[in-house]
C-alpha cells in the first residue's frame, strides 16, 4: 500500500472519473462539479456504483487537493476540477490508465484491463499490461497493486489497487474432501449387501402374504 493514508472509495472513484473523462471527452475537461457527480454516479463501466451528493464529492475534493492529486481552476462561471496523477504519485500514463481501470471497474485479469483500458491507453499486448503491473506492484515501500488469490473455478487470477488500501479477498470455500478409494469400495460392498438383504425380505415378505391369502 502506498505510504500515505489511503484514499477513500469516493476520492478514487473521482481520480478515476477525471482521468477517464480527459482521455475520452476532452471537449468537457476540466470537468464541473456536476459533471464530476455524474461520473461517479454513473450507472456503466462502475463497480461498485455509487449515489453520492455535490456535497459529498466537493469534500472529498478537498482531500485530494491537499494531496496535490488534483488542480481546481475558475474559468468561467463556475469551479473545474482536473487530476494530477501522473505528477501527484510519480507515475506515467500507462500506469495512470490501468490504476484507473481498477479504481472505476474494480479487481480485474490482465486481459480485461488490456480491453477495459483501451480507450485510456492502448497496450500493444498483455505482456505490456504485465510489465507494468509488475512494475506497480514491485515498488520496495510502495506498491500501487497486488495480484490476488485466484478465485476457486477461475483460469486467470485478477489484479486489485491499493489506493484504498488492502482489498477485501474473500476466504476460500472449504475444498471437498477426498474419499479414500479402498474407503469408497467398502461403502459400495456395504450398499450392495444392504440392497440384497432388503431383496431377501421383500421376497419373504411376499411368501407370507401368499401363505395368508392376501395376494
Known amino acids: ?63 485530494l487537493r491537499a494531496r496535490t492529486l488534483i488542480v481546481e481552476s475558475s474559468g468561467g462561471r463556475v469551479s473545474r476540477y482536473s487530476h494530477n496523477m501522473e505528477k501527484g504519485l510519480q507515475l506515467p500514463g500507462q500506469s495512470v490508465a490501468l490504476l484507473t481501470t481498477l479504481m472505476l471497474r474494480g ?8 480491453a ?22 514491485s515498488r520496495p515501500d510502495d506498491p500501487f497493486v497486488v495480484l490476488l488469490p485466484r478465485a476457486p473455478g477461475s483460469r486467470e487470477s485478477r489484479w486489485a489497487h491499493l489506493l484504498c488500501g488492502e482489498p477485501d479477498i474473500p476466504a476460500p470455500s472449504a475444498a471437498p474432501a477426498r474419499v479414500d478409494p479402498d474407503e469408497l469400495a467398502v461403502l459400495r460392498q456395504d450398499v450392495a449387501r444392504l440392497e440384497g438383504e432388503v431383496a431377501e425380505l421383500r421376497a419373504a415378505l411376499s411368501r407370507v402374504y401368499t401363505e395368508l391369502g392376501l395376494q
Request: some cysteine; glycine content about 4%; hydrophobic content about 45%.
Open 1 to 63: 500500500m502506498p505510504q500515505t493514508a489511503p484514499l477513500s472509495l469516493l476520492e478514487a472513484r473521482i481520480l478515476g472519473v477525471l482521468v477517464e473523462k480527459k482521455l475520452t471527452v476532452p471537449d468537457t475537461y476540466p470537468l464541473t462539479l456536476n459533471a464530476l457527480t455524474a461520473g461517479c454516479n454513473q450507472k456503466t463501466s462502475r463497480d461498485p456504483v455509487m449515489n453520492v451528493s455535490d456535497a459529498e464529492v466537493l469534500a472529498a475534493l478537498e482531500a
Open 107 to 114: 479487481p480485474q485479469t490482465v486481459a480485461e484491463l488490456r
Open 116 to 137: 477495459n483500458s483501451e480507450r485510456l491507453h492502448r497496450f500493444l499486448d498483455s505482456s505490456a499490461v504485465e510489465g507494468f503491473l509488475d512494475e506497480l506492484a
